[in-house]
């Protein structure tokens, strides 16, 4: 019988870097008493997230990492992922991610229902404290649940899940739509970073 490793997310997305590009990286850990080895493929999948804007998005792809790519300068080198990994208990490993956008625009929000089109978000908060009281910054805010235009890209999702029928972790990349995440594959935690 085999040891599964289980997987958690340790790590959200920095603060963009230059050109909007974004690192991350999600942890598995084998938290069993006994040593497993770690087979067969692994997933990274990467969606506008829940509530990102409607219409014509620009494409959001999934690629290995390979030395020379746009990701070169966030991720370990490819060199340092182990042909066959095997996690003794407590040990782990991580597969990193760097987003890099497509330098397409995003498209356009449309307004949440009830909001009049012609609404700034500044006019809803403005009206949403005229009408209730109501915090302004709370209703400018669509992700707070209140009036005023969506945001224009609400994210990217990515998410990783190490095995087949693994738990499946997930974080998102906000103000992000078009563009590519380079992954790299299982990099023992001891391993050197660029």
Not at 73 to 78: C, F, G, R, W, Y
Not at 184 to 190: K, N, Q, R, S, Y
Request: aromatic share 4%; glycine share 12%.
């Amino acid at each position: 019988m085999r040891s599964r490793p289980t997987s958690a997310c340790t790590s959200a997305p920095a603060t963009p870097q230059a050109a909007g590009k974004v690192f991350g990286s999600f942890k598995v850990s084998n938290v069993s008493g006994k040593g497993c080895a770690v087979t067969g493929p692994d997933t990274v999948t990467a969606a506008p997230a829940p509530g990102a804007a409607t219409g014509q998005a620009p494409a959001v792809s999934v690629v290995g990492h390979r030395p020379g790519d746009p990701a070169s300068a966030l991720l370990t080198d490819p060199s340092a992922e182990p042909p066959v990994l095997t996690l003794q208990p407590n040990a782990a490993y991580e597969v990193q991610f760097a987003w890099v956008p497509s330098g397409e625009p995003c498209p356009a929000a449309s307004p949440e229902p009830g909001a009049k089109p012609s609404e700034k978000p500044a006019e809803a908060a403005a009206g949403a404290e005229a009408a209730g009281g109501g915090d302004s910054a709370a209703a400018a805010d669509p992700r707070a649940g209140g009036g005023g235009a969506a945001s224009e890209a609400s994210g990217v999702e990515v998410s990783h899940t190490p095995v087949s029928g693994a738990p499946t972790t997930q974080t998102t990349i906000p103000s992000a739509c078009g563009g590519t995440v380079y992954r790299t594959g299982a990099i023992p935690l001891d391993a050197p970073k660029p």
